[in-house]
């Protein structure tokens, strides 16, 4: 954990106090966190089935919490000094937004049968809000970490990251894939994860950090078609399916699809669903293609496939937008920049930039001062160290 994280921990820990008190008599608050995440690449592949490779970063989502000794929940959002209170026999939707992960949680340990008491929780962070760095899958996994620890639920990681994956898909709409949850949970120090989202087995594989620098551009903008267009990116992925099934009934999901397939079977499949499909099966491959660059220490080849990554999900996937283009773009003739793409959903957030590290100032003013001519907005620039996952913090 970095010096950061730890006064991030210590300012809202400050707030759960002016906000419930100081009491002599009860027992002290803990404190739980659970990072944000960055993908190096494998975008849009995990509810398809296919390989990612995220971590966990030094931005992250902190509960600092008490059981209490009634049946009330009592939610204190630091970053907005916003309150939210209700009962465990009512989770009705309420009109504001934010408590809605907070009760999707308590939704799904009730649908399985887990019981708790009330508890009283300032919760905030340093994830930036629409970012693409997950700041709803970390809160989640956080909540779900204290409830388990709190009240002795019996819970697996992954019993975690399956639930914080349904919240997604059950409470909140969203038709997400288990990379979040999973990358804000298993993340190690200084270590991207290979997971293949179909077995669920993952991999380890140390990032070298002392020669490069892992830096995400926040375009601060996010397009409202973020959700539904992600949904329908699911949609037609399913239509792709569908259509190849016919002529193999053993697929199961484009997983199973190589580009050649794909290919074989363009002009059925029509054009849009053709180019989601085929940058699809084309990022699957990336992924393990990256991977093994990475392990021959060839950062090069690897921030090229980082480029590729990005014009699939400009051209073909369609979830870029011109703010993210435009940062991409303004890095493919700087030497000292390696592979640069937009991450995350898309429709915003931040581009993921592989650099030099002793060009990392020249970067970021050159970034900053483009980006505010291009666009009339303050570009911030994250310098991201990678961390351990879900944990108990002792301060
Ligand atoms: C969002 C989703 F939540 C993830 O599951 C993943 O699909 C990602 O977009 C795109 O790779 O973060």
Redesign the pocket.
């Known amino acids: 954990m970095s010096i950061t994280s730890v006064s991030v921990a210590e300012q809202i820990r400050e707030k759960y106090f002016s906000h419930f008190g100081k009491s002599e008599n009860s027992p002290a608050p803990r404190i739980f966190r659970s990072p944000g995440r960055i993908?190096l690449i494998?975008?849009?592949?995990?509810?398809n089935n296919g390989f990612?490779l995220p971590a966990g970063v030094d931005k992250a989502v902190y509960f600092v919490i008490t059981p209490r000794s009634d049946n009330q929940v009592m939610l204190h959002a630091a970053d907005f000094n916003d309150t939210y209170t209700f009962t465990l026999d009512d989770l009705s939707k309420p009109k504001k937004s934010w408590p809605l992960y907070q009760l999707g949680v308590i939704d799904q340990l009730q649908k399985i049968g887990k019981s708790i008491g009330g508890f009283q929780a300032t919760f905030g962070g340093d994830v930036p809000a629409g970012a693409?760095m997950?700041s709803s899958?970390a809160l989640e996994c956080c909540l779900f970490f204290a409830l388990n620890e709190m009240f002795s639920l019996g819970l697996t990681k992954w019993d975690i990251v399956k639930m914080g994956q349904k919240v997604?898909n059950e409470f909140i709409g969203?038709q997400?894939?288990?990379?979040?949850q999973f990358a804000s949970t298993f993340g190690k120090n200084e270590s991207v994860m290979k997971m293949d989202c179909r077995s669920l087995e993952f991999e380890y594989y140390p990032f070298p950090m002392d020669e490069y620098l892992l830096v995400l551009c926040d375009t601060s903008v996010k397009h409202s078609l973020a959700s539904s267009e992600?949904n329908t990116r699911r949609q037609e992925c399913e239509k792709g399916i569908a259509i190849l099934q016919k002529y193999d009934s053993t697929i199961q999901s484009l997983r199973d699809v190589s580009p050649e397939t794909v290919e074989t079977h363009k002009d059925e499949m029509g054009d849009v669903v053709y180019r989601r499909c085929s940058y699809i099966t084309h990022e699957i491959q990336r992924v393990t293609d990256a991977c093994a660059m990475l392990v021959a220490g060839d950062l090069e080849s690897f921030g090229k496939k980082m480029y590729e990554t990005h014009q699939g999900l400009q051209h073909d996937y369609e979830v870029s937008c011109p703010e993210l283009d435009y940062l991409v773009d303004q890095t493919i003739d700087d030497e000292n920049v390696l592979g640069a793409r937009m991450m995350?959903?898309g429709f915003g957030g931040c581009t993921i930039n592989l650099i030099k590290k002793d060009s990392v100032d020249a970067f970021e003013d050159k970034m900053k001062q483009g980006y505010k001519s291009a666009f009339g907005i303050d570009l911030p620039c994250y310098r991201v160290k990678i961390t351990n996952g879900t944990e108990e913090l002792s301060l």
């Open positions: 993908n494998g975008e849009h592949t995990d509810y990612v693409g997950s899958a997604e969203l997400s894939g288990i990379m979040d992600y995350g959903g």
